[in-house]
């Protein structure tokens, strides 16, 4: 029997409940656990299956157009966001005050 190039004997890898962890271990994480990191997340205001809001730019952030609540796009974005001019003062901004002093603000 031939080793395939996959690492797992040749068994089909593209289960879409299932998503490779940012550990080294390959430790796959349920379509649940994904969704709960997003909850987790402090700067993810909702979150779809497809794309999450990010309230430190006030954009939606694409995830995966098949795949539901996949993290590698929001984590990307999250590290350049934070990077940009434009939105470092915000995230610095809202670590200081309440969200409830934050959404009078917007909305007044």
């Known amino acids: 029997m031939a080793l395939s190039l996959r690492g797992n004997d040749g068994q089909d890898d593209s289960r879409d409940d299932v998503s490779v962890a940012e550990s080294s271990k390959g430790h796959r994480k349920t379509e649940e656990e994904r969704l709960q990191f997003f909850h987790s997340q402090p700067d993810c205001g909702e979150v779809e299956p497809h794309r999450a809001?990010?309230?430190?730019?006030d954009q939606w952030v694409p995830l995966n157009a098949v795949r539901s609540y996949v993290m590698r796009p929001w984590l990307v974005?999250?590290?350049?966001?934070?990077?940009s001019p434009s939105t470092t003062k915000q995230y610095a901004f809202e670590s200081r005050f309440p969200e409830f002093i934050l959404m009078c603000l917007r909305e007044g």
């Open 53 to 57: 809001f990010c309230t430190g730019c």
């Open 77 to 83: 974005h999250r590290r350049e966001c934070r990077k």
